[in-house]
């Protein structure tokens, strides 16, 4: 079977990864495994960045994270996983995958935080060559390719509730804070608890690649 097209465009930063995965494992023998993900802003003040929670019954239970997950063999190339992830786990289609995301620097972990997480910091390494996230699992390296995606503008998000329970769209400085929005008007904030640290710090440096993306663009109108 063909693997499926995807119709986006793509930022040169990015290049490195319009390889197949099998390309990419064998220039890259350490690693064992490869990830994409998404992240996807809502042009509000402030912005906010799409997260979902992992549902009840899958690994990491009711952890957030962005929309994303293994590539896989019939993925023409690492960015297909990314539109390919982010459509089945939220519904929306990618039209430009912008830049590459890493993590912001690491800094002191408030315990209560810590203690939320579903992979703990010793598991996790910074990325290298464009990579978010590596991590140790069975004794193996994953690695993680996260980036800045923009999205057709009529779509809505659609969550596959095998996977995922409940999206949010959520600000800096909630992620900083690690607290969710109120679901509803009147409602309080909610503990906002993270896959890893990893993955808390890479969502952090996707608002740093945001802003510059949009400055980008506010310079060249």
């Known amino acids: 079977m063909a693997a499926p097209s995807y119709d ?13 995965k099998a390309a990419f494992l064998a220039a890259h023998p350490h690693i064992a495994r490869v990830m994409a993900a998404a992240m996807v802003f809502r042009p509000s003040s402030p912005p ?23 590539v896989d063999a019939a993925d023409a190339t690492i960015l ?25 620097p690491e800094e ?26 590596t991590f140790v699992e069975s004794r193996n390296l994953w690695a993680k390719l996260t980036a800045l995606v923009t999205v057709r503008a009529d779509d809505e998000v659609r969550l596959t509730p095998e996977e995922h329970g409940e999206a949010a769209w959520v600000s800096e400085d909630e992620v900083r804070r690690a607290v969710l929005p109120p679901k509803e008007e009147g409602e309080g ?18 608002f740093r ?10 310079n060249q109108a």
């Open 8 to 20: 986006y465009s793509f930022d040169a930063s990015l290049a490195t990864f319009n390889i197949s």
């Open 80 to 104: 297909d996983g990314v539109a390919r992830e982010l459509f089945e786990e939220s519904g929306l289609t990618a039209t430009r995958l912008a830049a590459p995301i890493l993590m912001s």
């Open 108 to 133: 002191p972990l408030p315990e209560p935080v810590r203690a939320g997480l579903g992979i703990q910091p010793q598991h996790e390494t910074l990325g290298h060559e464009g990579l978010t996230v």
């Open 189 to 206: 904030e909610r503990k906002l608890d993270f896959v890893s640290d990893g993955v808390r710090r890479s969502i952090l440096d996707g």
């Open 48 to 70: 906010r960045t799409l997260l979902l929670c992992r549902a009840a019954t899958d690994t990491y239970p009711l952890k957030w994270e962005v929309p994303g997950g293994s």
């Open 209 to 218: 690649v945001y802003a510059e993306s949009v400055a980008k663009e506010s």
